[in-house]
């Protein structure tokens, strides 16, 4: 396996000034794979619809919150990192949890105060793509004071996806992924 710092698609990757010959794309690096919304949400999405919150009867969505009827969601982070790497691959799906956190997260992100909200548990509500997930997964909502979303810890702990969080992921791997989630940049790493 090639070291990442040695690994000359890894430099073009972060590469700003680079140009792709066979495509004219460019890339400065690590980018998230997202989620506009949960899996239930059934309207339009925020990035089609070009709007900050949508709201259709009792449900409502914005960037990290969301409510179907009676059902609650936060968006978060599922990390992997990088082997090699201060890196991760990071995926924002959407957590389904109680109203009772639901409320306390609302409150904690209004007031900038996260002390009484530390974590929460739920469901994942996406499926990762380049993930073998059959159904929706248990995880964990942490807050971690440094990341701009909470983060999510997959479960169960022998899943692939808790396994790469704890264990990391390779460049290749990397590349894999984005490709599943309709990013394949392969092509554009090649040599100039």
Not at 145 to 160: G, N, Q, Y
Request: glycine share 6%.
């Amino acid at each position: 396996m090639i070291d990442i710092q040695n690994d000359l698609r890894w430099k073009r990757f972060n590469d700003p000034d680079r140009i792709a010959p066979n495509s004219g794309r460019q890339f400065n690096g690590m980018f998230p794979i997202d989620f506009d919304h949960p899996h239930p949400w059934r309207h339009v999405s925020l990035q089609v619809s070009g709007e900050d919150t949508l709201e259709f009867g009792d449900d409502r969505l914005t960037a990290d919150l969301c409510q179907v009827g009676q059902s609650f969601f936060i968006r978060g982070e599922v990390r992997l990192p990088l082997l090699g790497t201060k890196e991760a691959l990071v995926y924002t799906p959407w957590i389904s949890v109680s109203l009772d956190n639901f409320k306390s997260y609302l409150n904690s992100k209004q007031s900038g105060d996260f002390s009484s909200f530390s974590s929460a548990n739920g469901w994942m509500m996406n499926y990762l793509q380049g993930w073998d997930m059959t159904s929706w997964l248990p995880a964990t909502l942490n807050f971690i004071a440094e990341a701009s979303r909470p983060v999510i810890d997959v479960h169960p702990h022998h899943h692939p996806i808790s396994m790469a969080q704890r264990n990391g992921v390779n460049f290749d791997q990397v590349l894999d992924l984005y490709a599943a989630a309709g990013h394949d940049i392969r092509p554009h790493l090649l040599e100039d």
